[in-house]
Nanobody
Framework: QVQLVESGGGLVQPGGSLRLSCKVSDLIVSLFARKGMGWYRQSPGSQREFVAIISADGVTNYADSVKGRLTISRDNDKKSIYLQMRSLKPEDTAVYYC????????????WGQGTQVTVSS
C-alpha cells in the first residue's frame, strides 16, 4: 500500500529555517516520476491549505504567503519531495502534509501523518 511519510518538522524561532521531507513507499520510481506532488498545511481551527506544488516536469507554484521563502523540490530516485523553509514566521505554524496531485492538480485523498512546524520565540 502506497504511503506518504513526512518528516523534518520542529520548533524554530522566527526567521529560522527548516527542511521538510516527504518519502513515498511502495511505489516504483517510474510511477512516482510521473506524479505531480504538493505540500499543504493545516493549523488549529483552520482548513488544510495549499502551500506549494511541483509537477512531474519540475514546474513549481506557490501560495502567495510563502513565495520567496519556501522552495519545493523533488528527487525521483529517492521517491521524495522536499520543502526548504526560510525566514519562517509565526503564521507558518501548522502541520505540514504532502500529497499526490491528480491530473487536475487537485490533491488526491491519500495523506500521511504530517509533520508539525512551530515558529515561536
Amino acid at each position: 500500500q502506497v504511503q506518504l511519510v513526512e518528516s523534518g518538522g520542529g520548533l524554530v524561532q522566527p526567521g529560522g529555517s527548516l527542511r521538510l521531507s516527504c518519502k513515498v513507499s511502495d511505489l516504483i520510481v517510474s510511477l512516482f516520476a510521473r506524479k505531480g506532488m504538493g505540500w499543504y498545511r493545516q493549523s488549529p481551527g483552520s482548513q488544510r491549505e495549499f502551500v506549494a506544488i511541483i509537477s512531474a516536469d519540475g514546474v513549481t507554484n506557490y501560495a502567495d504567503s510563502v513565495k520567496g521563502r519556501l522552495t519545493i523540490s523533488r528527487d525521483n530516485d529517492k521517491k521524495s519531495i522536499y520543502l526548504q523553509m526560510r525566514s519562517l514566521k509565526p503564521e507558518d505554524t501548522a502541520v505540514y502534509y504532502c500529497a499526490f496531485l491528480n491530473k487536475m492538480g487537485i490533491p488526491e485523498d491519500l495523506w500521511g501523518q504530517g509533520t508539525q512546524v512551530t515558529v515561536s520565540s
